[in-house]
């Protein structure tokens, strides 16, 4: 049995700058890590966005990837959320080719998983899943039984209880 690398969810705080990504790309990169899932959105004023990334590599090298990225121009704050009490969520439209004749077992699928139909046709539907890594995993997994045309899934978005900032 192979081990999955491990994922840290970082946050970051940037300025809302072209260019700011590239160069926190670059930082990962040089230091080997792989980027698995990134979520980028604007803050409240819109002169600022968070950035939800998730990261796997070395983990000795977390804590100097840090701070090299919180060293760059345009970045507030960095900080590893991975083992802080935080909500998380993430994101999954699915389509299936689903037809009259299989639509009630889709719908059951759907409402055990408290999932929504975004979109319904007669030989079609889209579904939308929301809540945390496993429980979208779960899903997935119980809906390839139909004909998944596409998948779209965001990364992570997170954060933190109580009065420690995100």
């Known amino acids: 049995m192979t081990n999955a690398p491990s994922i840290h969810t970082l946050s970051v705080y940037v300025a809302n ?12 990169a040089r230091r080997g890590f792989n980027i698995e ?18 990261i796997s590599g070395n983990p000795g090298m977390l804590d100097q990837i ?17 083992d802080d009490e ?17 639509r009630s077992e889709a719908l ?3 409402e055990h998983f408290a999932c929504k139909t975004v979109d319904l046709t007669d030989k079609s539907m889209i579904i939308m899943a929301t809540g945390d890594s496993e429980k979208v995993d779960a899903f997935i997994n119980m809906i ?7 998948l779209v899934r965001t990364g992570k978005v997170l954060m933190v209880r109580g009065d420690q900032p995100t």
Request: glycine residues 6%; charged residues 25%.
């Open 17 to 28: 700058k072209p260019g700011v990504l590239a160069r926190i790309a670059q930082v990962f």
């Open 108 to 110: 059951q699928v759907v």
């Open 144 to 150: 390839k039984m139909f004909d998944v045309v596409e």
């Open 66 to 82: 840090i701070k090299q990225v919180s060293k760059l121009i345009d970045v507030l704050t960095c900080r590893d959320h991975t």
């Open 37 to 54: 899932s990134l979520v980028v959105s604007p803050a409240m004023d819109g002169k600022f966005s968070r950035m939800t990334i998730g």
């Open 86 to 102: 935080a909500v998380v969520r993430e994101l999954a439209l699915v389509k299936i080719r689903c037809g009259v004749d299989r």
